[in-house]
Nanobody, 125 residues
Framework: QVQLVESGGGLVQTGGSLRLSCAASGSAFSVYTVGWFRQAPGKEREFVAAVSGRGLTTNYAAFVKGRFTISRDYAKNTVYLQMNSLKPEDTAVYYC??????????????????WGQGTQVTVSS
């Protein structure tokens, strides 16, 4: 089993940056693909980015390419989402999720086995 805890959300102005963290506890974290999703009020949860278990491959939603970067630190059992050039439409609750032996191409939230509690990101205009 894996437990996930997100942190790093907050209020930022348009064009600003935030770095989200997803700290994992449990065994064999490197076999889990980790993804970031977000959900805005009244909208469905949507895929943002994912990184493979060994960190060799990544995948991004088209609307964040060039602005967001996902990475993982095995020593800290943590996955990061660096978010730059933030826009008001990036406002949402951001969740990290883990899928055992998953594919970074998996954008369906139902494919992920474990979820964190979420962290709020608000971008003011």
């Amino acid at each position: 089993q894996v437990q996930l805890v997100e942190s790093g959300g907050g209020l930022v102005q348009t064009g600003g940056s935030l770095r989200l963290s997803c700290a994992a506890s449990g065994s064999a974290f490197s076999v889990y693909t980790v993804g970031w999703f977000r959900q805005a009020p009244g909208k469905e949860r949507e895929f943002v980015a994912a990184v493979s278990g060994r960190g060799l491959t990544t995948n991004y939603a088209a609307f964040v390419k060039g602005r967001f970067t996902i990475s993982r630190d095995y020593a800290k059992n943590t996955v990061y989402l660096q978010m730059n050039s933030l826009k008001p439409e990036d406002t949402a609750v951001y969740y990290c999720a883990a899928e055992r032996l998953g594919s970074v191409s998996s954008k369906d939230p139902a494919q992920y086995d474990y979820w964190g509690q979420g962290t709020q990101v608000t971008v003011s205009s």
